[in-house]
């Protein structure tokens, strides 16, 4: 006597077997998280921790964007800026002498934080505690303890221009970082495959489609952050520096930052200076903020290599063709140029 199968009972067995698969990884994810609460993430500020607990949790990933992101209006955004964050962002209250340092991700950001941490030496009040430090990343940090922070404030950030806050009351300063698209696009792709934050396992090939089309959690893309910044360069509170001239002659640099910042730093000083945030200076600095990054990536630093021309390694004379076309598109008639060859520093 042949046995006949109910299907709907089949399927509804199948679901249960699929709830059951979702509801162990999520057992699994949490006892992860609260192991890692306890060893990596110990010296991280307790608002961060909770951050990136919810990230992992909460965090989505889709067919067409493999990696860990939120989506607020449209907008592709980290885990760690759900909505509720980045709106605390927008209406961030700017104080007299605040000044922000603006980078797309994986363009110098700490080492332009560091640079700066040199030069002003910014206090710390004892009643906060953030990641970055005395120069802490404005995107993630908890907005309230901001307020204690003394004056003047130094904070980084990605936001792009139409996100960061300003202010028609207070003289707020803004310098922003370029580096070159190739080399930012590999340092992106090494970080997002380390970084267990964003739960990215894919190619390069793969991960390049997503920066051209603009389709990484940045907010936006690349071109459109970097022209809407280049567009105010010549505003008398915005400094507009590349990586590359950084790497080319630091200390020289250095000094121009310190005068935009209203310090006035003597040749030996500045040089002082150059010598503490060489990347080799700063990647072997135990102490320093940026490297308790390290603790949390998966594998090798935060501090990757910090060179320029990195990215022949990795591109395709395919994809270095596609990349040029976009390049040249996007950035001919705007006056702002990269140099894309090796800078020995």
């Not at 060893?39 to 964007?65: D, I, L, W, Y």
């Not at 980045?86 to 104080?95: A, G």
């Not at 908890?142 to 003047?152: G, K, Y």
């Not at 022209?227 to 000094?255: A, P, R, T």
Request: aromatic letters at 12%.
């Amino acid at each position: 006597m042949s046995k006949t199968y109910d299907l709907n009972q089949k399927s509804d067995f199948f679901r249960g077997i699929d709830i059951m698969k979702n509801l162990v990884k999520s057992n699994i994810k949490k006892l992860m998280l609260k192991i890692a609460r306890h060893t990596v993430f110990r010296e991280f500020p307790e608002h961060s921790k909770n951050q990136f607990e919810q990230a992992m949790m909460n965090g989505s990933k889709t067919k067409e964007m493999p990696f860990l992101h939120s989506k607020v209006n449209g907008s592709i955004w980290p885990a760690l800026m759900p909505e509720e964050q980045l709106r605390s962002c927008t209406t961030f209250q700017t104080s007299p002498d605040d000044v922000f340092l603006v980078t797309y991700p994986k363009s110098g950001t700490m080492w332009l934080a560091e640079i700066v941490r040199c030069i002003a030496q910014p206090k710390d009040s004892g009643k906060a505690n953030h990641i970055g430090g005395t120069v802490p990343m404005f995107d993630f940090a908890n907005h309230e303890q901001l307020e204690t922070l003394l004056s003047p404030r130094y904070m980084s950030t990605h936001l792009p221009f139409a996100l960061v806050p300003r202010s028609s009351e207070h003289t707020v300063k803004y310098i922003y970082l370029a580096r070159n698209p190739k080399d930012v696009a590999v340092s992106f792709f090494h970080f997002m495959c380390s970084a267990p934050v964003f739960d990215f396992d894919g190619t390069w090939e793969e991960f390049l489609q997503y920066f051209i089309k603009g389709n990484l959690p940045t907010g936006g893309s690349y071109f459109d952050h970097i022209l809407e910044w280049w567009s105010h360069k010549d505003d008398e509170n915005v400094l507009f520096l590349k990586y590359e001239d950084l790497k080319k002659d630091l200390k020289s640099q250095v000094k121009i930052i310190a005068e935009f910042l209203g310090f006035k730093l003597s040749d030996e000083k500045a040089q002082a200076v150059a010598e503490k945030c060489t990347f080799q200076a700063m990647k072997s600095n135990p102490n320093l903020e940026v490297n308790k990054f390290s603790k949390v990536i998966k594998k090798g630093s935060h501090l990757r290599k910090g060179v320029v021309g990195d990215w022949k390694n990795h591109f395709s004379n395919e994809q270095l063709e596609e990349f040029n076309k976009l390049y040249q598109s996007r950035l001919k008639g705007t006056g702002l140029e990269f140099e894309f060859q090796s800078i020995a520093s």
